[in-house]
């Protein structure tokens, strides 16, 4: 089973700033199938990022995703009030389970 | 759009079978290529899938639950369901159904979620 690991847990900014959002894998993820979602109270995820770094459909371009093999990062260029969510990382997998999800990362005002 | 709705009951008595259904509006629950899931999140955690089926009846579930658990589909419907049998407090949970449009592309339409309560 692959586990991913985020972090922060939580990180503290403002409107205006710059988010980085770490998603590390315990193994190679397949054909970078890493997703990202944005979570907000009493919603269900949204899809942001797929592939990596590809966007999905409607997403504001000041989201982009990078990287591959065990290291992922989520960025948002410039903080915007209803950006302040949960976000996780989530990645498909050749071995059981097949999908499993990072602990979250909370960002928060 | 696609839109996808969770119901079922949401209460129900330990060590009884948990059941919901997912109905799909705005598209094809056979169109080909696209997987059918089912993913929980207990309160104030994380997520965590469930299973999947496909139009054709393959399923696929996470093998913590595969023993108490089974996807079916019925496509006259547009409807995909989720049984799980044996539920105690920890099956406490929001679940949702969503679609992944492609293998491996994530989930990009979800239900709203269903709390479902396991107490007496």
């Known amino acids: 089973e692959i586990v991913l690991t985020q972090s922060p847990g939580t990180l503290s900014l403002s409107p205006g700033e710059r988010a980085t959002l770490s998603c590390r894998a315990s193994q190679s993820v397949r054909r970078n199938y890493l997703a990202w979602y944005q979570q907000k109270p009493g919603q269900a995820p949204r899809l942001l990022m797929y592939?990596?770094?590809s966007r999905a459909t409607g997403i504001p371009d000041r989201f982009s995703g990078s990287g591959s093999g065990t290291d992922f990062t989520l960025t948002i260029s410039r903080l915007e009030p209803e950006d302040f969510a949960v976000y996780y990382c989530?990645?498909?997998?050749?071995?059981?389970?097949?999908?499993?999800f990072g602990q979250g990362t909370t960002l928060e005002i | 759009q696609v839109q996808l709705q969770e119901s079922g009951p949401g209460l129900v008595k330990p060590s009884q079978t948990l059941s919901l259904t997912c109905t799909v509006s705005g598209g094809s629950i056979s169109r080909g290529g696209s997987y059918w899931s089912w993913i929980r999140q207990h309160p104030g955690k994380g997520l965590e899938w469930i299973g999947y089926?496909?139009?054709?009846?393959?399923?696929?579930?996470n093998p913590s639950l595969k023993s108490r658990l089974t996807i079916s589909v019925d496509t006259s419907k547009n409807q995909f369901s989720l049984n799980l049998t044996s539920v105690t407090a920890a099956d406490t949970a929001v679940y949702y159904c969503a679609r992944e449009f492609r293998f491996g592309d994530g989930f990009d339409y979800w239900g709203q979620g269903t709390l479902v309560t396991v107490s007496t």
């Open positions: 592939g990596a770094s």
């Open positions: 989530q990645q498909y997998g050749s071995s059981p389970p097949l999908y499993t």
């Open positions: 089926i496909y139009y054709s009846g393959i399923t696929y579930y």
